[in-house]
Nanobody
Framework: QVKLVESGGGLVQPGGSSQLSCTAS?????????????MAWYRQATGKERELVAS???????DYADSAKGRFTIFRNNTENTVYLQMKSLKPEDTAVYYC????????????????????WGQGTLVTVSS
């Protein structure tokens, strides 16, 4: 079973920086192999809906929320099945639980291809921006 483990959250002072990471495991199992296509970071502040922060396609295309543009950078290490979110100039309004999300496909051991079979969320990591 695919599992996403996030790390890097914590308390950061306003104007500071932090980097989140999310590593996927369990991609290869007896039934086949999952392939990660898209990776993304979402966040959810208290009392608000979950929102997209940044996304990164397998082809390298990126998309950022307006609030993240110029301050956050999403990048990935395909060899390690890890996605990162580098955050700079953090503001109190960036305080939220940050979740990674991956989507992709499954190729069964018989060669059958299942597009969209991978759709997993991390457990979330809290980032608190406060002095």
């Amino acid at each position: 079973q695919v599992k996403l483990v996030e790390s890097g959250g914590g308390l950061v002072q306003p104007g500071g920086s932090s980097q989140l990471s999310c590593t996927a495991s369990g991609l290869i199992f007896s039934g086949g192999t999952f392939k990660i296509d898209d990776m993304a970071w979402y966040r959810q502040a208290t009392g608000k809906e979950r929102e997209l922060v940044a996304s990164l396609t397998t082809g390298g295309g990126t998309d950022y929320a307006d609030s993240a543009k110029g301050r956050f950078t999403i990048f990935r290490n395909n060899t390690e099945n890890t996605v990162y979110l580098q955050m700079k100039s953090l503001k109190p309004e960036d305080t939220a639980v940050y979740y990674c999300h991956v989507r992709g496909s499954l190729t069964g051991y018989s060669g059958t291809y299942y597009p969209g079979a991978l759709d997993e969320w991390g457990q979330g990591t809290l980032v608190t921006v406060s002095s």
